[in-house]
């Protein structure tokens, strides 16, 4: 039971960093092509960022979900006096990262297909797409760490 403790504790940690940690620097690439329009061909950078969300960041997603959902039974905190971080952690982290995978795999496809299909769009089109997918972004990357602030301050 604690080799199996000790895996979900592993997956949990691994893939949530690699969820923040990528969601991090494609924040910043996504703000760094808004700024260089005119110089960039971010097209094909945001296709690629596009299809990294949906396979790696979602991907990274669902292990943190899969190894919370396993380590909450394994450690056995089913029942109602749990601590308050792990109830936090479970509705909040675990709403949060449900909608990131829904919304952003939406948002994803629909982003890269347009950009794929119209190729003579209107001159405001790609910054505007631009500008939306970064917000969205930043908001799961903020409600991410938000979730670890409160996490941390389980010592208190
Ligand atoms: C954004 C989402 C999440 C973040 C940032 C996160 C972060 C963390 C961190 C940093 C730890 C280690 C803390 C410690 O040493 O105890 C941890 C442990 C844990 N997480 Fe998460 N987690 C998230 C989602 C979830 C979800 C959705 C679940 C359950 C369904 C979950 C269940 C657990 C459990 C049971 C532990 C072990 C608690 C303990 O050691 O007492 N987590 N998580």
Not at 5 to 16: C, N
Not at 22 to 32: E, V, Y
Not at 93 to 122: C, H, P, Y
Not at 134 to 143: E, G, M, P, W
């Amino acid at each position: 039971m604690k080799i199996m403790m000790g895996i979900l504790y592993f997956l949990h940690l691994a893939g949530f960093t690699v969820w923040l940690g990528s969601m991090l620097l494609l924040a910043i690439l996504l703000l760094a092509m808004r700024k260089n329009l005119g110089e960039w061909n971010s097209k094909p950078l945001f296709l690629l960022t596009a299809s990294l969300v949906k396979w790696v960041l979602n991907g990274a997603a669902l292990v943190v979900l899969a190894s919370g959902v396993g380590l909450v039974q394994t450690l056995g905190l089913t029942t109602g006096n749990k601590p308050f971080y792990v109830s936090f952690m479970e509705q909040t982290g675990g709403m949060t990262i449900l909608l990131f995978i829904v919304l952003m795999t939406w948002f994803s496809n629909r982003a890269s297909k347009k950009l794929r299909e119209d190729k003579n769009q209107a001159p405001g089109a790609f910054p505007k797409l631009l500008a939306r997918y970064s917000a969205a972004l930043s908001v799961f990357l903020i409600l991410g760490v938000s979730v670890l602030l409160v996490v941390s301050f389980r010592v208190l």
